[in-house]
């Protein structure tokens, strides 16, 4: 067998393939709980009202 031949990238491409189900498979039960659970919404920021003591007053621009 050359080096350079189809049948050496069949073989690794067969054997990518091989392996990549294999680890598929055997973190199968990690994924599930990743992909099966909801999204959760973070609780959304509320603002403290605005208060009288903290208002900007516009500047006097004399003329």
């Known amino acids: 067998m050359k080096l ?3 049948d ?3 073989q690794f ?3 990518f393939l091989a392996g990549a189900l294999i680890v598929g498979v055997a973190t199968a039960d990690q994924w ?3 992909i099966e ?3 959760q919404a973070a609780t959304p920021f509320e603002a ?3 208060s009288d ?3 900007i007053e516009p500047l006097e621009i004399a003329r």
């Open 4 to 6: 350079f031949t189809a």
């Open 8 to 10: 050496l990238y069949r």
């Open 13 to 15: 491409a067969i054997g």
């Open 32 to 34: 599930a709980d990743g």
């Open 37 to 39: 659970s909801p999204a």
């Open 48 to 50: 403290p009202p605005a």
């Open 53 to 55: 003591e903290f208002q």
